[in-house]
């Protein structure tokens, strides 16, 4: 069974650009969850989407935005690059984003804003 | 509201010693505990985790993690370190509801030959 992919691995961009990441789930894992990893604040979770739908969402600004299809595959959205942005992105897949539930996560995209 | 503090951004041990690297929690809810690897330009990697039941959890690569609800602990060990071993690991929490994760900021596992 193939893992979840993230397309691009890399992106360089500057400040003011948006950018859109991708993320393609584990085949039949509903629950798609989005983390950000800096050197500065660890891991910390974006939101997650299960069957379309937001269904949480950290303590990020209105820039940081996503959305999932009806095959669940994802993508995340930023808005107006600032050089804090610079991270890596983590997208992770469940079955259901259930308390307990394992998630898998992928090779994760590394944003360089410039 | 939960939060993890893992004890030491690096830890250095010889091959073949023991490895223990340690993890405390905050949950105002029975939580689930996790223990993630990361290596170099990679995404996590799943060790183990502690749902319910046994307070002593086995995981992959000879890795195990004991849940002490009185410490509020969940720390990982293994008993002898290998080259590979060599990673950051990461401890998380999740409480009921969604499996929303809190991680700790991590633990770089130096191996030395």
């Known amino acids: 069974k193939a893992g979840v992919t993230q397309t691009p691995r890399y992106l360089i961009k500057t400040r003011g650009q948006q950018v859109t990441l991708s993320c393609s789930p584990i085949?039949?894992?509903?629950?798609v969850s989005w983390y950000q990893q800096t050197p500065g604040q660890g891991l910390q979770f974006l939101f997650e989407y299960f069957s379309e739908t937001q269904r949480n969402k950290g303590n990020f600004p209105g820039r940081f935005s996503g959305r999932q299809f009806s095959n669940s595959r994802s993508e995340m959205n930023v808005s107006t690059l600032e050089l804090g942005d610079s991270a890596l992105y983590l997208c992770?897949?469940?079955?259901?984003?259930?308390?307990?539930?394992?998630?898998?996560f992928g090779p994760g995209t590394r944003l360089t804003v410039l | 509201a939960q939060s993890v503090t893992q004890l030491g951004s690096h830890v250095s041990v010889s091959e073949g010693a023991l490895v223990l690297l340690r993890c405390n929690y905050s949950s105002s809810v029975p939580p689930y505990l996790f223990w993630y690897v990361q290596y170099p330009n990679q995404g996590l990697q799943l060790l183990l985790k502690?749902?319910?039941?046994?307070?002593l959890v086995k995981g992959i690569n000879g890795f195990e993690a004991e849940f002490k609800k009185s410490e509020t602990s969940f720390h990982l060990t293994k008993p002898s370190a290998h080259m590979s071993d060599a990673a950051e690991y990461f401890c998380a929490v999740s409480g009921s509801g969604y499996s929303t994760l809190t991680f700790g900021k991590g633990t770089m596992l130096l191996v030395s030959p």
């Open positions: 502690y749902t319910t039941g046994a307070t």
């Open positions: 992770a897949s469940s079955l259901a984003y259930l308390a307990g539930d394992e998630q898998f």
């Open positions: 085949s039949g894992h509903r629950s």
